[in-house]
């Protein structure tokens, strides 16, 4: 008997094996009592027939505390009541972790815990297949990102997270001490990001924390997320990089249909993989259809966090559930982006996913006088982005990029409540620890 599971299986005989594990649940019915003990794999059941046991070793498994982290060698039976279709008498076993009473939390009660309670135990959370599931959904998420990356030819940069100015705006910077001097956790990888583009490594992507100071705090929002940041050079319109993400979002998608498929299970949960190209509305366009289901907007109106659900629901009464959002008026944009000259708008784009944004890029202003006179523009001080705009002077190819919030995507993918959700550790504003 092989039973596949983490810890070493060791047989110590013909169906005799070692099984490592927390001890779930222990139920005891008077002559025969019942352990369930659980690793990443799932959970086996050992069956303690009280005659038939060791009284010794009868007493001291049944009277663990629930949690604790045990290692059982124990002889298999196959058994038609299990799940596993087999079970374990034990003969010995070892207590490597004695658990505390009572727990913070449960692991298997089916009560609803609020969210506070289970981040604040977040170890006793994880503990729950339904919750590692979505991490390992999105493990399997980066490293279908990365694959899909090298086969774009895009090569795979690290940029600081110390920074001496940010790129997206200052109500959302995070100030801090730099040896006497102030400096700030980036807001995004943009300005290195766009350096590049100079240099000759001309296709980079970066997956890496993102710092912003949001004091709002809604279930979209954190102050720390994974940004998956991209940017390309050679690119003749916009058009180029969404086509580009196009690409890179069906192979996620697809791919996570096919590997993630235990964890999709245990979910619940389906992936359906919408077909590219993904149709795409001009921010005109959203503003008559919001128009027209009673919201009213003026043009050049963020289209707010309402707006963009009442797109979301639009859309997918028509049966979209990714769709593009292009030519944002230039002045709701950043500096880095590209005007449409001649009209009010901009070369930029988001994503939205299901009613949310998960991604903005566009065309960068690759031109140095003009990208000068569009930072003056929007009163920005060009001395201190002195390093930046050196790197417009010497030869700078046209060029643009995304971002897309990693966790965005897969609150989106999943149809999860919370940003939350999909962070081990969330930051947010009242939350600096675990
Ligand atoms: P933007 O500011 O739109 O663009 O951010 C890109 C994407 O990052 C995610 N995101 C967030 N996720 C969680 N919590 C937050 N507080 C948060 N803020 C942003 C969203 C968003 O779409 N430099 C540009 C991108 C580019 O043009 O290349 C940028 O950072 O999913």
Partial sequence: MNICRD??????????????????????????????????????????????????????????PRESVVSVVGEVKSSDQTELGLELIPLSFELYSK??????MGVVDKVNVEMDTRLNNRFMDLRKPE?????????MMLELLNEAMANNGFSQ?????????GAEGGATLFELDYFGKPAYLAQSPQLYKQMLMSTGLDR?????????????????????????????????????????IENIID???????????????????EISVPPVPYPVLT??????????????LNEGDDLGTEGEKLIGDLMSEKGHELYWIHEYPEVEKPFYIMEKEGTPYSFSFDLDYKGQEISSG????????????RMKKKGMDTESFGFYLDAFKYGMPPHGGWGIGIERMLVKMLDLQNIREAILFPRDLSRLSP
């Fill in 204 to 244: 980079i992507y970066e997956i890496g924390p993102a710092f912003r100071a949001e004091r709002s705090n809604t279930n979209r929002h954190v102050t720390e997320f994974i940004s998956f940041d991209g940017e390309m050079s050679w690119i003749s319109s916009q058009s180029d990089i969404m086509k580009m």
């Fill in 362 to 373: 566009g065309q960068r202003e690759h031109r140095y006088d003009k990208l000068v006179e």
């Fill in 157 to 165: 940069v690290s940029t600081p997270k110390l920074v001496e100015s």
């Fill in 251 to 269: 192979r996620i998608l697809k791919g996570l249909k096919e590997k993630g498929k235990k964890q999709l299970a245990i979910l619940g949960k």
């Fill in 7 to 64: 810890s070493e299986t060791i047989s110590t005989g013909d169906g005799v094996v070692e099984v490592k594990g927390w001890v779930q649940d222990i139920r005891n019915l008077g002559g025969i009592s019942f352990i369930v003990l659980r690793d990443r794999h799932g959970t086996i059941q050992i069956t303690l027939p009280k005659k038939k046991i060791d009284p010794e070793l009868f007493e001291k498994l049944t009277t663990l």
């Fill in 131 to 139: 919750i590692r599931a979505i991490f390992e959904i999105k493990s």
């Fill in 283 to 296: 921010y005109s366009e959203c503003l008559r259809m919001l128009e027209k289901a009673g919201m009213k």
């Fill in 99 to 104: 658990a505390d009473v009572p727990l913070p």
